[in-house]
C-alpha cells in the first residue's frame, strides 16, 4: 500500500513539473510580488561581532531586471522564495584558531555552507570552504542593508549579473533576505503571513480535502493545465490530516484513491517542520536514500461556510522566459467530522 502511494506520487511530480515545464535558471518555487523598495534604513557599520548570533532567514525575495542590447533595463516583479524560510546561519568565533567562522543550515539542520567571514562598514564577504554540500573554495560578499543586533533583526542585499541559458541575454539578480536571531526574536516577522504554527490544533482537528485546483499563466487561467491537476489531486481524492505525537513531534500523513482498489489508502507518516506559513514534508527518496522536502505555502486562512479553508500556492518563473509567472493554487478545506 505505501509503496503503491510512493509510486504514485512521484509519478505525479515527475509527469505534473515535466509537462508544465516548470524549470527555473533562476529561482524555484517562489512568490510574485511588486520590486520591493525598502524604506530607508540608518548607515550601517558592522563588525564581526555584531553578526555573532543564530540567525533564521524568513523572508527571501529575488528581484531580477533585464538588460536589453541598447542598455535599457526592464524590472521584472519579485518573487519569494518559500523554501528558504527557516534556513539558518550561525556566525561564531572558534576558539580553537580564534578566527570568525559562519555555517549555514537547511530546515532538518542539515550543514550546507561553511566557511571564515569578515564584517566591515556595511559588507559581510564570506570566504567559503564548503558551499550547497560540497567542498569549495570561493569568496562572495553581502550588502549589510539592516543590523540590529539588540533586536535581532539582520537584512541583507546580494547584487550579481546573470545571463538565461545560451540565449546570452544578460539580467542583474538582487537577492534579498531577512533574518532573525532565534535567541532575541525567534519569531520577530515584518512581514505579512499566515502563522501556522499558532493554528496548528485547529489544523490537526480533523484531515484536509483537496477540493479545486488553479493553474495561471503570468495570471491567466489555464483549463487544460488546471485539468491536470484536477485528475491528479481531485479525482484521487486526495487528502492531508496533521497530528502531533506524545513526544511533541508533528506529521502528516497524506490519503488518496488507489484506483487497482478504489480504496482510500494512507501513506505513511511524514515528519513536518513549521516556518511562520511553510509546513515542510520530509521524506526519503527511494534511488538516492536522500532526505527531501515538499512544501505547503499557507495563504488566505480563513473560514467558508463553517469550514477552515487555506490556498496552497506555489509559484515559479518559467524556463528561458523570465518575463512569465507561473502560479498553481490547491484550494483545501477541512473536513467536518
Known amino acids: 500500500m505505501v509503496h503503491y502511494y510512493k509510486t504514485m506520487k512521484k509519478i505525479f511530480y ?7 515545464g516548470l524549470s527555473s535558471c533562476v529561482s524555484n518555487s517562489d512568490q510574485p510580488d511588486e520590486p520591493v523598495i525598502p524604506d530607508p534604513e540608518p548607515p550601517v557599520s558592522a563588525t564581526a561581532d555584531d553578526l555573532i548570533g543564530f540567525w533564521e532567514t524568513y523572508y527571501y525575495q529575488k528581484d531580477i531586471i533585464y538588460i536589453y542590447p541598447s542598455g535599457e533595463q526592464q524590472i521584472f516583479p519579485g518573487l519569494r522564495l518559500i523554501e528558504y524560510d527557516g534556513f539558518r546561519t550561525r556566525f561564531y568565533i572558534d576558539p580553537e584558531d580564534n578566527e570568525y567562522k559562519f555555517k549555514s543550515y537547511n530546515v532538518i539542520d542539515q550543514v550546507i555552507d561553511e566557511g571564515t567571514y569578515t564584517a566591515s562598514s556595511d559588507t559581510v564577504h564570506f570566504n567559503f570552504t564548503y558551499l550547497a554540500g ?18 535581532g533583526i539582520f537584512k541583507t542585499e546580494d547584487i550579481y549579473p546573470g545571463t538565461i541559458g545560451n540565449t546570452g541575454m544578460k539580467f542583474k539578480v538582487f537577492d534579498m533576505k531577512a533574518n532573525r536571531n532565534v535567541d532575541i526574536a525567534p519569531a520577530y516577522t515584518d512581514v505579512s503571513k499566515v502563522m501556522v504554527e499558532s493554528h496548528f490544533e485547529e489544523l490537526s482537528k480533523a484531515p484536509w480535502d483537496i477540493t479545486g485546483c488553479a493553474y495561471y499563466y503570468n495570471s491567466l487561467y489555464q483549463p487544460d493545465e488546471t485539468k491536470i491537476m484536477e485528475d491528479a489531486l481531485l479525482k484521487t481524492k ?8 506524545e513526544q511533541g513531534k508533528k506529521y502528516c500523513i497524506v490519503s488518496s484513491l488507489n484506483p487497482k482498489t478504489n480504496e482510500i489508502e494512507d501513506s505513511e507518516p511524514y515528519p513536518i517542520v513549521i516556518v511562520d506559513d511553510v509546513i515542510y514534508r520530509f ?25 477552515l479553508t487555506f490556498i496552497d500556492k506555489k509559484n515559479e518563473r518559467l524556463g528561458n522566459d523570465i518575463s512569465v509567472i507561473i502560479t498553481t493554487d490547491q484550494y483545501l478545506v477541512q473536513r467536518k467530522e
Open 134 to 151: 560540497e567542498p569549495k573554495d570561493t569568496i562572495t560578499k553581502q550588502i549589510i542593508r539592516r543590523l540590529d543586533p539588540s533586536k
Open 14 to 20: 515527475i509527469l505534473f513539473l515535466s509537462f508544465l
Open 238 to 245: 486526495t487528502s492531508y490530516r496533521f497530528y502531533k505525537n
Open 283 to 307: 521524506y526519503t527518496e527511494a534511488e538516492t536514500g536522500k532526505t527531501e522536502s515538499i512544501y505547503i505555502w499557507v495563504t488566505d486562512w480563513k473560514t467558508k461556510n463553517g469550514s
